[in-house]
């Protein structure tokens, strides 16, 4: 069984930081991509980074420079860390994998950036 379990989440004031970390329950950590995916209120999920098996990374255009996604693959942990918010990226953030043609998502953690 995967599970996914996210945390880090908070109120921050524009131009500040956060570090989400992601932790999966199950055997699969050390062969799954992983992924950061956020969801504002009224718009739809998007991917904000992921990360391969390898350590090979891609983002999303709106936070590329900003955001940086890195795992321990021996805590069965990915991290998302988040430089320079700003208000649009208030969202809540999911974890997710993909194993076996099944998707895997947490429960989710709020972003806030206001001041």
């Known amino acids: 069984q995967v599970q996914l379990v996210e945390s880090g989440g908070g109120l921050v004031q524009p131009d500040g930081s956060l570090r989400l970390s992601c932790l999966l329950s199950?055997?699969?950590?050390?062969?799954?991509?992983m992924g950061w995916y956020r969801q504002a209120p009224g718009k739809q999920r998007e991917l904000v980074a992921r990360?391969?098996?390898?350590?090979?990374?891609n983002y999303g255009d709106s936070v590329k420079g900003r955001f940086s996604i890195s795992r321990d693959n021996a805590k069965n942990t990915v991290y998302l860390q988040m430089n320079s918010l700003k208000p649009e990226d208030t969202a809540v953030y999911y974890c997710?994998?993909?194993?076996?043609?099944?998707?895997?998502w947490g429960q989710g953690t709020q972003v806030t950036v206001s001041s």
């Open positions: 997710h994998t993909r194993f076996e043609r099944t998707d895997y």
């Open positions: 199950g055997s699969i950590f050390g062969i799954a991509a």
């Open positions: 990360i391969t098996s390898g350590g090979s990374a």
